[in-house]
């Protein structure tokens, strides 16, 4: 009996980490992230507060830019159902979960709780304007 304890254990401790969609909530697979995001510039907020702003570029490729204006190029790809990012000059993989959520979007970091997610609050096909030297698209 321990050793079957132990073994769920080991099974089901990971799915701890990963968020459950919340009700009235849907995870987009990577097909439908793909069309809501590909040639689309989309603007964050965190608990009504300005995060970022992510333009997204054929090739999977991307521009972050921060709420300071500063911006740094990046590539996306799927990796077990999240949607993840490496940016130049940081090696760390960040991966998200993208939602539905009725009628708007949002993005919840892996191991982050709802009130932590970034809500899409606009969404536009305008290239965004970064600080020199990284001038955006």
């Not at 333009?55 to 999240?82: R, V």
């Not at 998200?96 to 932590?116: I, N, T």
């Not at 965004?128 to 001038?135: E, G, H, R, S, Y």
Request: aromatic fraction near 12%; glycine fraction near 8%; charge should be negative.
């Amino acid at each position: 009996m321990r050793t079957l304890t132990l073994l769920l254990f080991l099974i089901l401790a990971p799915l701890a980490l990963v968020p459950r969609a919340e009700a009235g909530e849907a995870a987009l697979t990577v097909e439908e992230f793909q069309d809501y995001a590909n040639g689309q510039t989309l603007y964050f907020s965190q608990q009504g507060t300005p995060y970022g702003v992510e333009q997204y570029l054929p090739g999977q490729k991307s521009i972050w830019q921060f709420a300071d204006g500063t911006c740094t190029n990046g590539n996306w790809f799927e990796k077990g159902g999240m949607i993840c990012f490496l940016y130049e000059n940081d090696p760390t993989e960040q991966c998200w979960h993208f939602l539905k959520k009725g009628r708007s979007y949002a993005a919840r970091a892996l191991g982050r709780e709802p009130q932590a997610d970034l809500d899409v609050i606009w969404r536009d096909t305008r290239p965004i304007q970064c600080k020199a030297p990284d001038l955006g698209a």
